[in-house]
Each structure stands twice: as structure tokens, then as C-alpha cells.
């Protein structure tokens, strides 16, 4: 009980920090603390792929629970109801137990009946968005970060690729294309949808709309390897405005350096070091095992969920991936102390 008491505190706590240590730009603060607490999806659901699931979990539960109560109370009569004495080895008279049988058949097949009618209505309703999506987002799952591409079919100019964060805008159906480039993952935004495989060779697709700005939790949900805990993303649903001009800034290749040495030396550290893996767009690092670097800033989080993105933990990250996400493909980078800190001079500017 006392240990019980003490998860819960320890939960609280955590989200409340997570709450006020995140960089809100968009949105308010109770939007961290939504995308900091993934589980009160059990609540909240934020738009019409998700509602009529949230519904449909809370009234099977509920007709479930009322059948254990019934069943329960029949057996515990069942139990206690006192019996006339009837000599030991006499034959005793049909009591009618065939009627309770039947009754019981007909009752169980009916709510199991109207169970699977509620059921296939439900899928019926998020199986496709009512109006067609404007929006086609490419998601592709690896071990243990989500690839990100935003592509315009009128202006290839505008298309990008980011990582762990899908900006979406508010109120509007988005089509997500699923990939995977390695085993089987899932896509998972429990407040705006099921759940959707992402499976080598084959594309999937899933329809998310939040009708609430604010910030909402995914995750992999297919068992995937060592650090598939470590495998959230998040999705920041914000208004046509301020999704517009993300994205246009997404779109940009990554700002001019100042005249700052330190910049500079940093920048030819990433080329020599982190280029074979990681691209920042507009300079010669075009790596592509890794999460696109370019505004790697105006990201929320690192790795995937596992870190807040803060200059401490960016460089804790870098020196020490492996510890904090053990077995992930990015390696430990050994860094003397001006190494280190040219490199976080450059990765600043990457806004
Ligand atoms: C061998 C390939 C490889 C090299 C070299 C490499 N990385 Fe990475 N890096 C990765 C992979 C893979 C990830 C994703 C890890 C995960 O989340 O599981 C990653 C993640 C990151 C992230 C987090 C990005 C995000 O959006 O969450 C940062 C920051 C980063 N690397 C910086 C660097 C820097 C700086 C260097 C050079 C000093 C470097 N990396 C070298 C493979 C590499
Ligand atoms: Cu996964």
C-alpha cells in the first residue's frame, strides 16, 4: 500500500517537473503537462479518431464490470441459499436448472451481440477522416527514433525531414504514411488515434486529428529491440498560423554562422565526426543513418523522448549516448573540453 502510494508521489512529481522544465513555445502549460502524463489517455481523448475508441473502452468496461457483478452475486445466492434436507442417497426432484441455463445463454449472446454491433459502429467512424486530408505526413519507425518527412506536392522546395516531433494543425485530419526501415515498430498517439504497425517493405497508413491545440504523447507500441521503451515522439497540434510558419522555417536550411571562431571550429568538428551519420541541411554533412540535425533546437526533446533538449543534456547526449540510451546506433563521441565546447557553440545556432 505504502509502496503503491510512493510510485503514485514519484509520478506526480515527475510530472509536474517535466512540466515546468519543458520550453513551451506553442500552446499553454497544461499542454506539457499532457505530453508529460502519456497515460491519461484512459480521460482525454482529442479528436475524432480517438473519441469514439475512448468511448467504447470506458462502455465495454463498464458492461464487463456489471456481468463479474451479476455473475458474482448469482454465485454467492448460489452458495449461501439454504437447501431442504434431503436423505443422502436420494434422487432429488428437477429443480428447473435447465430454465436458468437457457436464460443465462440468451442474456450472455444478446450483450455480446449488442457489444459487437457498438464494436463494428466504432470502427466504422474512425476508419476514414470526414473530410479528405490536406496534410500527408511520411513517418518512418527505426531502432529507436521516428524519421519525419514533410513533403508538398506543389513545391519540392518545401520539403523537409526532422525528427521525433510532427507539427500538425489544429482541427484539420492529417494522413500519416507508415514506414519502417529496419523490424516491426507501431505509431501510437493514443489521445488522437489507434494504433498503427509499421512494417519493413510495406506501407501503412493511419488519419490523426487533435481539435484541441496542445502537445500529445506517442510512442512505439511493437516490442523492437533493446530501447523500445526509449522510442516516444510527440506530436504539437497548434494553429494554421503558427503550424504554417514552422514549417516554413523547418524548411529553411540552417542559419549563417557569425564571425565566431568557436562556431566555425565546431562546425568542421561536426563535418569530421558526426557527418557520416547525421545531416544539417546547407552544409557538407549529409549523413543519413540519423536524425536530420538542422533545427535541431526548436526541438523539444532528444533521442527520442529520453532527454528534455537542454545545452546540458545535448552535451551529456553526445558524450555519453551510450549510457543514456545503451545499445542506440549513436556511438559515444569522445570530446576534449574545447572539442566540446566549439561543438556546443555550433549546435546552438541551429535554431
Ligand atoms: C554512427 C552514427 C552516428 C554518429 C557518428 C553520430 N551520431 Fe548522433 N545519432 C545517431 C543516431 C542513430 C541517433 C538516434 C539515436 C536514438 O534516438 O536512438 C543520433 C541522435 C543524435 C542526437 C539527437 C537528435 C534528436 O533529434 O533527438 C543528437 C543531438 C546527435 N545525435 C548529435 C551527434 C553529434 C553532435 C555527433 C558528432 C559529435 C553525432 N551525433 C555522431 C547516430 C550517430
Ligand atoms: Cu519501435
Not at 443465462?104 to 449472446?109: H, L, M, N, Q
Not at 524519421?147 to 500519416?176: C, L, M, W
Not at 540510451?325 to 546552438?348: G, R
Amino acid at each position: 500500500m505504502a509502496r503503491t502510494a510512493s510510485i503514485w508521489l514519484v509520478g506526480l512529481a515527475t510530472v509536474c517537473e517535466r512540466a515546468s522544465s519543458a520550453q513551451m513555445n506553442p500552446g499553454d502549460a497544461s499542454a506539457a503537462v499532457e505530453a508529460a502524463a502519456p497515460l491519461n489517455y484512459f480521460v482525454h481523448a482529442a479528436g475524432p479518431a480517438a473519441i469514439p475508441t475512448l468511448r467504447l473502452g470506458w462502455a465495454l468496461a463498464g458492461m464487463s464490470v456489471l456481468v463479474c457483478v451479476i455473475v458474482a452475486g448469482l454465485l454467492a445466492t448460489a452458495i449461501f441459499r439454504r437447501r431442504p434436507p434431503v436423505a443422502p442417497d436420494a434422487i432429488p426432484p428437477d429443480s428447473g436448472g435447465m430454465r436458468a441455463v437457457t436464460t443465462g445463454t440468451v442474456i450472455s449472446a444478446v450483450v455480446l451481440l449488442v457489444a459487437l454491433i457498438y464494436v463494428m459502429f466504432t470502427l466504422e467512424t474512425v476508419a476514414s477522416p470526414a473530410r479528405h486530408p490536406a496534410l500527408t505526413i511520411s513517418v518512418s519507425a527505426r531502432d529507436w527514433w521516428w524519421k519525419v518527412d514533410y513533403q508538398d506536392a506543389s513545391d519540392s522546395q518545401r520539403n523537409f525531414t526532422t525528427a521525433n516531433e510532427i507539427h500538425i494543425p489544429v482541427g484539420e485530419p492529417v494522413r500519416i504514411e507508415l514506414h519502417s526501415a529496419d523490424v516491426i515498430h507501431a505509431f501510437w498517439v493514443p489521445q488522437l488515434a489507434g494504433k498503427t504497425q509499421t512494417i519493413p517493405g510495406q506501407t501503412n497508413e493511419q488519419w490523426i486529428q487533435a481539435d484541441r491545440a496542445g502537445i500529445y504523447r506517442g510512442q512505439c507500441t511493437q516490442f523492437c529491440g533493446a530501447q523500445h521503451a526509449h522510442m516516444a515522439f510527440e506530436v504539437v497540434a497548434q494553429d494554421r498560423a503558427t503550424f504554417e510558419a514552422w514549417r516554413s522555417a523547418q524548411g529553411q536550411t540552417a542559419p549563417a554562422l557569425s564571425g565566431d571562431p568557436l562556431q566555425h571550429q565546431g562546425q568542421q568538428l561536426f563535418i569530421d565526426r558526426c557527418a557520416g551519420c547525421h545531416t544539417i541541411r546547407g552544409t557538407d554533412a549529409r549523413g543519413v543513418q540519423a536524425p536530420d540535425l538542422t533545427h535541431l533546437i526548436s526541438r523539444r526533446e532528444l533521442a527520442a523522448g529520453a532527454l528534455t533538449n537542454t545545452p546540458d543534456h545535448l552535451r551529456d547526449w553526445i558524450e555519453h549516448a551510450q549510457t543514456i540510451k545503451p545499445d542506440s546506433l549513436m556511438p559515444d563521441i569522445a570530446l576534449n573540453a574545447s572539442e566540446a565546447a566549439a561543438l556546443s557553440a555550433y549546435l546552438a545556432t541551429l535554431r
